[in-house]
């Protein structure tokens, strides 16, 4: 993993080889607090770290004063074009915020911001998105990836002149290669921990892949310190979703890996049911646990030995394995019943 | 793209820059011939370029028999063990034979497949996982990337040592990291098509970003040629989630891709309801168009501009772009029917 500097958002530290921190974001009104309140618990429960919140206006603001005071999650306040609002938010105790300079306007309004940043001594991230790249910075056509970068550089660069170090940094697109090339060529440059997304990634499983893709290539190369999942979707799953990335590369170990075969005309039990079955029942389960359910004898016995706990099936019947050895050959009706009982022992 | 041989399937070619061609598997027992020509049906309507089946044992070579009289989809047969399985399905009209020969026994047994397919025409894959790695290749913990390359290499040399290069080569792993690491390895000693997978990716979400992730990688770096995503789940999931990581990678243009926010608590519109919405009636469409649904002015008019065809969310409104331009401002209950007319011109 790149090392970037430490970046302390209440109690969670980002960058310098801290485990990558999946954030979420409310999808409700922050002006109806119960509401926010509610999604905000959700998401805790669903292991997001770090929380943030629009600031779109004076209703949104009063809202965020009030929740405030009724959780301890890092609070992030996502803030554009008025720097009054940041000030504020700030004021009402956002752990963090989130700008993009180019529509707060005037460098002294920038500069207001960092000033009473510093003097909360919180971080600020620089979030740029490929559907508001400044109008100076605005890119020639196929060109938006440069663009975001340079735009990017261009206001560290700002805030460094102002002193100001304290900095989290993301470049987002809506296009995974756009993405990927802005965070590479960023992460050369860039000092600071990075905040990945790929932006508006859109709905169903067309943006689970566009994110998994995305995210899945800067994370495999060490660019990453913290993510967020953008789906049109509940922000429940954008969590379950960014640490499923995380689990594919090895980067977050916790709860049940399921290593199942797709079937095919050699299967000879119900993987699909026990599987699925597997998946329900183990949702709730944090102590890492690899698990194989394997139809046949190609690949079965070779992965099942493989896993902590595995069944690889025969004509109407399971072995099961566990740690690598054969421990049971149980009949196709008992195979759940067996490894729900291993599971909790 | 890396430049492998071309191999030709059928009428389907891969390798030497062809576009990557999304594979399935049948998951219906072979034997059962309505069943399995049934679920070719529906894999060839989702887009499936190259047919396997599993031929496990003489009724599902009888099935394979009769199955090939009944479609021109290229088909491969996935033998294991017996090679005289392997010369059955060649001369029953297999257009490619995937095998492991780790499995098969002696090079005789090997050769005797390979001298049927050179007379019959068709390639050969050699495909190993992680699960069957043979023997005299078996890996020190936490080396199985390492032996699944030196498993393929070796092979790859003894059927060139027979004058056969008509190959195909997978060396799938059921984790990721493994898996991007084998074909890293492979594709720099490998001049044949690599036919890429993340095997038993297993249910659920979880197979489907494990599989993004992991073809991904490989894919963005120009490794790959031909894919199968292994889901424990519906094969005509598996084509699509195929072509879903083509696409997001720009390797595959045709269909509508949606750019939606994933709403927070400034947006203006059903944004949810609208992508949604669309994303349903859109399946049916070839023709690429880039449809942006955003919910608020931050990043909207931005993505909106950019997309052929784009909503910006307002107090109860859109505003309707149009390959860059503002062409309608309509109330939000009408969003729905004017995006309609306009994919439809």
């Given at each position: 993993m790149n090392k970037t500097k430490k970046v302390k958002i209440r109690n969670v530290t980002i960058g310098g080889g801290n485990p990558v921190a999946v954030q979420a974001m409310t999808?409700?009104?922050?002006?109806d607090v119960q509401k926010t309140l509610a999604q905000i618990r959700q998401l805790e429960t669903s292991g997001a770290k770090i929380i943030r919140l629009a600031i779109p206006d004076k209703e949104a603001l009063a809202g965020f004063e009030k929740i405030r005071q009724k959780t301890k999650s890092p609070l992030v306040a996502d803030i554009h074009f008025d720097w009054r609002l940041a000030l504020a938010a700030i004021g009402a105790g956002a752990d963090k915020l989130r700008i993009n300079?180019?529509?707060?306007?005037d460098p002294e309004k920038v500069r207001r911001i960092i000033e009473a940043a510093r003097a909360a001594k919180i971080p600020l991230r620089i979030g740029l998105n490929s559907g508001s790249i400044p109008a100076n910075f605005q890119?020639?056509?196929?060109?938006r990836a440069a663009s975001l970068t340079q735009a990017a550089l261009f206001y560290i660069k700002m805030f460094e002149n102002f002193n100001f170090y304290d900095l989290v940094v993301s470049v987002k697109s809506t296009d995974v290669c756009e993405t990927v090339a802005a965070y590479r060529q960023l992460s050369k440059k860039c000092p600071y921990p990075l905040h990945l997304g790929i932006t508006?990634?859109?709905?169903?499983t067309a943006g689970i892949i566009k994110s998994s893709v995305g995210l899945g290539i800067l994370l495999h190369e060490g660019i990453g310190d913290t993510i967020r999942v953008s789906l049109t979707d509940d922000p429940v799953k954008e969590v379950e979703v960014g640490y499923q990335i995380l689990k594919s590369l090895g980067l977050y170990k916790k709860g049940i890996e399921i290593i199942s075969c797709p079937t095919c005309?050699?299967?000879?039990?119900d993987v699909v049911k026990i599987a699925g079955h597997l998946e329900t029942v183990s949702r709730g389960i944090i102590r890492p646990l690899k698990i194989a359910v394997m139809g046949c004898v190609v690949n079965g016995p070779g992965e099942a030995r493989e896993a902590d706990l595995g069944i690889a099936g025969g004509k109407g019947e399971g072995l099961i394995f566990k740690k690598g050895k054969i421990i049971k050959k149980v009949k196709e009706k008992d195979i759940i019943k067996n490894l729900l009982s291993l599971i909790k022992d």
């Amino acid at each position: 993993m790149n090392k970037t500097k430490k970046v302390k958002i209440r109690n969670v530290t980002i960058g310098g080889g801290n485990p990558v921190a999946v954030q979420a974001m409310t999808k409700t009104f922050t002006s109806d607090v119960q509401k926010t309140l509610a999604q905000i618990r959700q998401l805790e429960t669903s292991g997001a770290k770090i929380i943030r919140l629009a600031i779109p206006d004076k209703e949104a603001l009063a809202g965020f004063e009030k929740i405030r005071q009724k959780t301890k999650s890092p609070l992030v306040a996502d803030i554009h074009f008025d720097w009054r609002l940041a000030l504020a938010a700030i004021g009402a105790g956002a752990d963090k915020l989130r700008i993009n300079p180019g529509n707060i306007g005037d460098p002294e309004k920038v500069r207001r911001i960092i000033e009473a940043a510093r003097a909360a001594k919180i971080p600020l991230r620089i979030g740029l998105n490929s559907g508001s790249i400044p109008a100076n910075f605005q890119p020639a056509k196929h060109r938006r990836a440069a663009s975001l970068t340079q735009a990017a550089l261009f206001y560290i660069k700002m805030f460094e002149n102002f002193n100001f170090y304290d900095l989290v940094v993301s470049v987002k697109s809506t296009d995974v290669c756009e993405t990927v090339a802005a965070y590479r060529q960023l992460s050369k440059k860039c000092p600071y921990p990075l905040h990945l997304g790929i932006t508006e990634a859109g709905p169903g499983t067309a943006g689970i892949i566009k994110s998994s893709v995305g995210l899945g290539i800067l994370l495999h190369e060490g660019i990453g310190d913290t993510i967020r999942v953008s789906l049109t979707d509940d922000p429940v799953k954008e969590v379950e979703v960014g640490y499923q990335i995380l689990k594919s590369l090895g980067l977050y170990k916790k709860g049940i890996e399921i290593i199942s075969c797709p079937t095919c005309g050699r299967c000879q039990i119900d993987v699909v049911k026990i599987a699925g079955h597997l998946e329900t029942v183990s949702r709730g389960i944090i102590r890492p646990l690899k698990i194989a359910v394997m139809g046949c004898v190609v690949n079965g016995p070779g992965e099942a030995r493989e896993a902590d706990l595995g069944i690889a099936g025969g004509k109407g019947e399971g072995l099961i394995f566990k740690k690598g050895k054969i421990i049971k050959k149980v009949k196709e009706k008992d195979i759940i019943k067996n490894l729900l009982s291993l599971i909790k022992d």
